[in-house]
Every structure is written in C-alpha cells, then in structure tokens.
C-alpha cells in the first residue's frame, strides 16, 4: 500500500485544515418559514418595501410605471398611489420619521414624501445607482448593486461612510432591497432566492434565509419575478417578504441562526 512521505504529507496537512476553516467560518443558513400568506398585487414591480404604523409602503419600479404605494397588508388593498414621471424609474424605499425616501435606479435622484399624504416635499441628488434603501436609526443605508453599502446621511443625502459586505471573506455584489431588523442588514441578492443577514459592525455575513419556500407557495401559474421585499413591522414583530410581480405577500418566522449585536449600526467615516 503506497503511503505519503513526511515530505508530501505537511502540504497536505495544510490544505485539509484550511478547508476544514473555510467549512466552520460558513455562515449558517435555515429555511424561510411562513406563517400567512397575503394578497400582494400581481402588477407591482417591487423594489422598495417597508411597515409603519400597521400600514405597507412600497415603491415600484419600471418606467411609466413607478409608483410609491400605501397598502393594507393584510389585504392587499391600495389605499393610496403617488406615480412618478415616465422617465423615472423607483427603486429602494426607507422611512426617517415622518418622512419617506424613494431612489430612482439611474437618474441620480431621491425623492422625499410626507409620510401621511404621500405630498413630495423635497428630492436630494446621488452619483450611481439607486437600488435599495433602509435606515438603521441614525443613517440611511444604500445599496447600488456593487458589495458596497453606502451610509448616508439623511439630511443632505451626503455619503458619510460605507461598509465593504463579504461572505467567507468574498464580496457579495448584486445586494438589492434592504431592510435593518434588530441590529443587522437584510438584503435580497438580484435573481437569487435568498436573504442575507449582515453584520452592520464588519459587512460580514452571519447568516442566510433560503426563500425557496416562498417561491414554491406561489400559484403555480403566477408570473413571478426575483424575490425582492423585506418589511419589518416592529411593534408587531412581524417580518414580510415578497417579489416582483408576486401576487403573495408572505409573513415569515424569525430566524433562529445566528445573531448580530442589537446595538450594532454603521459607523460614519
């Protein structure tokens, strides 16, 4: 029986404990498991999403047909829509009090609403791509389709600082919708069935939701896009999920994998 020498067997040594790293530093990942499951309107081309005050607000996507949305969301009802102009197409969505903030995918621009009556109150200016938009209680959180997230800061829409995100220490670009639920990032990746959970203090990716789940509940003749949509009702503890063109908007349990500090935000540059 051949055997390795002393010489060949130290490499060999080597590459086994550095797959056997790679394979524990692997953030854990369970399945997405849903609790209800809600009208959602099948036309809307989600791209931002988000609760406040029991109600759902979303922006759509598109051009001419972007939209930001107040709906029910227990039924799906629209109960007030605020179109944007046919060379606009919307993107993330976050909210910062009593205001809400809208992307636009290409034009550079975000728009500012009063919450209550959906007025336009102000548009603030951005160089890139707009994807998906959250806010974490001091500062906006950006993504722009790289592995970057921009921190942003609400008044002037100025980048104040920035957070490389990496899983098993490679970036992770494509990051989409957003939303920060108890001390961690959420966001979708574009056209993958999967939600990640970020680390605010170091971009590192604790854990994942496979959503496969989500996309098998759907009826079997839907015509669904990407999965992109995460709201957090806070004082319900309700998390939602949903996509583009889903005509199903789904509460999903809490995770049970991994954890982030509750206390941990973005730090300003």
Same mark, same amino acid.
């Given at each position: ?8 067997? %130290? ?37 931002? @999403? ?6 759902? =607000?979303?922006?759509? #996507?598109g051009y001419? *047909? ?17 179109? @944007? ?52 209680? !001091? ?21 104040? #600082?920035?957070?490389e995100v ?15 639920? *108890? ?38 003749? !839907?015509?669904? #896009?990407?999965?992109?949509? /995460? !709201? =957090? ?18 509460? /999903?349990?809490?995770?049970?994998? %991994?954890? !982030? ?9």
């Amino acid at each position: 029986m051949r055997s390795f020498s002393r010489r060949h067997a %130290g490499p060999w040594l080597l590459l086994l404990l550095l797959i056997c790293a790679g394979a524990a530093a692997a953030a854990p990942s369970e399945r997405a498991r849903i609790l209800a499951s809600h009208h959602h309107d099948p036309d809307a081309f989600t791209q931002g @999403l988000l609760v406040a005050d029991g109600l759902l =607000y979303e922006s759509t #996507g598109g051009y001419g *047909d972007s939209s930001l949305r107040r709906v029910a969301p227990a039924s799906g009802e629209v109960l007030q829509t605020r179109s @944007l102009s046919r060379d606009h197409f919307g993107e993330g969505l976050a909210r910062v009090g009593a205001r809400l903030y809208q992307l636009t995918w290409k034009a550079g621009m975000a728009f500012v609403y009063d919450r209550d009556s959906l007025a336009r109150i102000d548009r603030l200016t951005y160089e890139g791509q707009g994807w998906g938009l959250t806010y974490d209680g !001091a500062h906006l959180i950006m993504s722009d389709g790289s592995a970057t997230l921009q921190l942003r800061d609400p008044d002037d829409f100025r980048r104040v #600082g920035a957070l490389e995100v990496t899983e098993n220490g490679q970036p992770v670009d494509e990051l989409n919708e957003l939303e920060y639920i *108890d001390g961690e990032i959420w966001a979708n990746v574009w056209y993958r069935d999967r939600i990640l959970r970020i680390d605010p203090r170091t971009g590192d990716v604790i854990a994942s939701l496979d959503a496969a789940p989500l996309r098998a509940a759907l009826p079997a003749d !839907a015509e669904a #896009g990407v999965l992109n949509g /995460i !709201a =957090y009702d806070a004082s319900a503890g309700r998390i939602y999920a949903t996509g583009k063109n889903w005509p199903r908007l789904f509460e /999903i349990a809490r995770p049970t994998a %991994g954890r !982030a500090d509750p206390g941990a935000s973005l730090s300003a540059e």
